[in-house]
């Protein structure tokens, strides 16, 4: 969260004529109310739940970018569907740079708790593993948008033929 994804998305959509599916906002269209609503109202469980049947959904999507959720790409299933039908992208960001763009969010669920350093750091540090499993890692704190894009339209076309 907070790295870029729906920034990036959009424009590398746009780059290459795609449909852009920000998952989050989908959720958040089907429901009727934000997501730390939905945390709050209905539990972590349920919107991890929801998160997984719409992004399944969304993953069968021909010629689009997606944007997973911060969380998504944890689930088991939903980066057994990536590997198989897509070409995955970890962007990453030093954590310091991170916490400085999420200081004043008031939409991230997994952000109220008391210390913000702490938590995007702890947060960090249980997903690293993980993210590292997408095709791709793109370390974006020294690159503007256009670079970021340009990397990944370079990997994408060297790569679309493998899936």
């Not at 998305?9 to 609503?37: M, T």
Request: aromatic residues 8%; proline residues 1%.
């Amino acid at each position: 969260m907070g790295v870029g994804k729906s920034t990036i998305g959009k424009s590398l959509a746009n780059k290459l004529s795609f449909n852009f599916i920000d998952v989050d906002q989908v959720i958040e269209e089907k429901e009727g109310s934000s997501i730390d609503v939905i945390f709050k109202n209905k539990s972590e469980n349920y919107f991890r739940s929801l998160e997984s049947k719409i992004t399944l959904i969304e993953l069968k999507k021909r010629q689009s970018v997606i944007s997973l959720g911060g969380g998504a790409f944890l689930n088991r299933s939903i980066r057994h569907a990536v590997r198989k039908s897509s070409i995955s992208f970890w962007l990453d960001i030093n954590t310091s740079l991170l916490i400085k763009r999420l200081e004043k969010s008031k939409k991230r669920p997994l952000l109220m708790k008391k210390n913000l350093s702490e938590t995007v750091k702890k947060i960090y540090l249980e997903r690293k593993s993980t993210y590292n499993e997408a095709n791709f890692k793109i370390k974006c704190e020294y690159l503007k948008a256009d670079e970021i894009i340009n990397k990944i339209l370079k990997l994408y076309e060297t790569s679309k033929n493998k899936i």
